[in-house]
C-alpha cells in the first residue's frame, strides 16, 4: 500500500513528466520560443520544438503539526502544514509559463482514498536558473516551492 508521500511524489513527478515544455531559442538575439519557428523536417542536427525533462525530484521540505480543526479529537494531533521541492532540470533551456499557468488556477489534486484525506497541491514559489544564450551546455533549471493542502480526516 503506497503511502501519502509516494502519492504526492506521484503526482507532483506525473504533472511535469505530462506537460510539454517548448524549447526556447535565440535567433539574432531575440528571445523566441520553438513555436515561433516554422516547421521543418526531422533533422537530428536540429532539436525538436518540444523537450521533456531531464530530471524530476520531489522531496518533502518541512511540516507541522497540531490539533484538528474540525473534530476536534482530544489527543491527537494532524498534519497543519506540508511544504514539498520540486526541482526540474532540462537538457535545453525551455519556457514553464504554459505548465506553471495550467497549474495555478486548478491544483493539482490527489482524492480521498480510505484513511487518506484529500491533498491538492499548490504551487508557492519558482527559482530558475537559465543558460547562457550562445554555447549552453546545460539547459533550464527551476526549482519550485509546493504546498501540500491536506483536508480534515
Do not use: C
Request: aromatic share 6%.
Amino acid at each position: 500500500m503506497s503511502t501519502l508521500t509516494d502519492d504526492i511524489h506521484k503526482k507532483l513527478r506525473d504533472a511535469v513528466l505530462d506537460a510539454d515544455f517548448p524549447i526556447v531559442r535565440y535567433p539574432n538575439g531575440v528571445r523566441t520560443t520553438s513555436e515561433d519557428v516554422p516547421a521543418s523536417p526531422p533533422d537530428p542536427e536540429i532539436p525538436a520544438t518540444l523537450v521533456a525533462p531531464a530530471t524530476v525530484l520531489a522531496k518533502p521540505l518541512s511540516s507541522t503539526w497540531e490539533r484538528p480543526i474540525v473534530n476536534r479529537r482530544r489527543g491527537f494531533i494532524e498534519r497543519a502544514t506540508w511544504r514539498w521541492e520540486l526541482i526540474v532540470e532540462f537538457s535545453r533551456e525551455v519556457d514553464l509559463e504554459a505548465f506553471e499557468t495550467a497549474n495555478m488556477n486548478t491544483p493539482l489534486r490527489i482524492p480521498r482514498s480510505g484513511l487518506k484525506p484529500q491533498v491538492d497541491l499548490i504551487l508557492e514559489e519558482a527559482e530558475y536558473r537559465h543558460p547562457p544564450e550562445q554555447q549552453a551546455a546545460g539547459g533550464t533549471r527551476v526549482v519550485y516551492r509546493v504546498r501540500a493542502e491536506l483536508s480534515p480526516l
